[in-house]
């Protein structure tokens, strides 16, 4: 089982969307709506952002949102704050494991 | 309030066999649908899922390093272990544990800090 594909790196200016895509296979993202998104800060522990495809946890702004179409899962921020600089990691049930993405850097300009 | 804490060795030497422990509080492992996670990190690179143990006591591993690797619970003092046998430089990284419940889409709401694993002689 491979690693899923993302994008090494998206960037964007304040106030803009970005959308960051995760790409799996009809074995993972194509078989489950179990797709789940992570942000990480330098140094800290990864945060879920998006469980369920499109699923926002207590707490999290609804300025991130997710979706799923095919093999391929989307994360999209709106409204792009500073404090959204982060490594974003997307993941997908897949049957008797787990598989993230290869991560990609959120720059804000 | 759920708190994971992972806990073993900052340095192992080459072929060693490294034990990591996690103590959690806030939740029980015996409860039905309740999972704790391995997962790793290399400086500068992306998550790797290593391993799941269930409530049940069912276990799962990561394909390439099943042959490596053990996990095991202990209910009664909040903790899942896991072990990793023949350790390589390439296996120096930071390793998490974290919480999953099957009702919560199979993803991990709670970590612990990590514990930064280097593998050295």
């Known amino acids: 089982q491979s690693a899923l594909t993302q994008p090494a790196s998206v960037s964007g200016s304040p106030g803009q969307s970005i959308t960051i895509s995760c790409t799996g296979t009809?074995?993972?993202?194509?078989?489950?709506?179990?797709v789940s998104w992570y942000q990480q800060h330098p140094g800290k522990a990864p945060k879920l952002m998006i469980y369920?495809?499109?699923k926002r946890p207590s707490g999290v702004s609804n300025r991130f949102s997710g979706s799923k179409s095919g093999n391929t899962a989307s994360l999209t921020i709106s409204g792009l704050q500073a404090e959204d600089e982060a490594d974003y990691y997307c993941c997908s049930y897949a049957g008797s494991s787990i598989l993230f993405g290869g991560g990609t850097k959120l720059t804000v300009l | 309030q759920v708190t994971l804490r992972e806990s073993g060795p900052a340095l192992v030497k080459p072929t060693q066999t490294l034990t990591l422990t996690c103590t959690f509080s806030?939740?029980?492992?015996?409860?039905?649908?309740?999972?704790v996670s391995w997962i790793r990190q290399p400086p500068g690179k992306a998550l790797e899922w290593l391993a799941r143990?269930?409530?049940?006591?069912?276990?799962y591993y990561s394909t390439s390093l099943k042959t490596r690797l053990t996990i095991s619970k202990d209910t009664s003092k909040n903790q899942v272990v896991l072990t990793m046998t023949n350790m390589d430089p390439v296996d120096t990284a930071t390793y998490y544990c974290?919480?999953?419940?099957?009702?919560?889409?199979?993803?991990?709401?709670?970590w612990g800090q990590g514990t930064l694993v280097t593998v050295s002689s």
């Open positions: 806030g939740f029980s492992l015996s409860t039905s649908g309740m999972c």
């Open positions: 974290a919480r999953m419940r099957i009702g919560e889409g199979y993803s991990y709401e709670y």
């Open positions: 143990i269930d409530w049940d006591d069912d276990k």
């Open positions: 369920e495809v499109s």
């Open positions: 009809s074995s993972d993202v194509g078989s489950y709506n179990l």
